[in-house]
T-cell receptor
């Protein structure tokens, strides 16, 4: 079975540019999570969707970050404009429901120059 | 605010040795998860413990949840190079679906 699929795997761009990260959750999972991982802060929850609806976006750092889930099989995390401090590995995870184990994708390593 | 402290941060041992990794907090958690993450990959769930004092075993790995549900430990017996990775604990906040992740213990097992 296919796991959570994220793209791109790596992204290098200059500050000020728009960045879009993509995620395809596991089929049948109705909960989707976006995380950010850095050496300093570890793994942090950014936003949680349930049945394609954003339930909790309290972890989104600021208005430059936005996330959408137009359907059950696709989600995006957008940063506009990007800044060097946004450099991190961004993970998407999905679960059958919010109380079930989360399955993580392999992440997108983002570098903002 | 980092609610979960893991120790040690780094650990390098020889194959065959035993080790224990700790996950501590001043907060009470409804459950505690342990993950292993390998370079270039996402975290993979190893175990979830939910009851204070609970002990779970997964082959050579033994997980324990503290009686007060504020801390946990992971013990590996006879470590192997395949155990190398970043070990993360994650505490479930009572009444919510959210898990707070620790900063991790990076383990390297030398052959």
């Amino acid at each position: 079975d296919a796991g959570v699929i994220q793209s791109p795997r790596h992204e290098v761009t200059e500050m000020g540019q728009e960045v879009t990260l993509r995620c395809k959750p596991i089929s049948g999972h109705n909960s989707l999570f976006w995380y950010r991982q850095t050496m300093m802060r570890g793994l942090e929850l950014l936003i949680y969707f349930n049945n394609n609806v954003p339930i909790d976006d309290s972890g989104m750092p600021e208005d430059r970050f936005s996330a959408k889930m137009p359907n059950a099989s696709f989600s995006t995390l957008k940063i506009q404009p990007s800044e060097p401090r946004d450099s991190a590995v961004y993970f998407c995870a999905s679960s059958f429901n919010r109380d079930q184990p989360q399955h993580f994708g392999d992440g997108t390593r983002l570098s903002i120059l | 605010t980092q609610l979960l402290e893991q120790s040690p941060q780094f650990l390098s041992i020889q194959e065959g040795e035993n080790l224990t990794v700790y996950c501590n907090s001043s907060s009470v958690f409804s459950s505690l998860q342990w993950y292993r993450q390998e370079p270039g990959e996402g975290p993979v769930l190893l175990v979830t413990v939910v009851t204070g004092g609970e002990v779970k075993k997964l082959k050579r790995l033994t997980f324990q949840f503290g009686d007060a549900r504020k801390d946990s430990s992971l013990h590996i017996t006879a470590a192997q190079p395949g155990d190398t990775g970043l070990y993360l604990c994650a505490g479930g906040r009572p009444g919510t679906y959210k898990y707070i992740f620790g900063t991790g213990t990076r383990l390297k097992v030398l052959a």
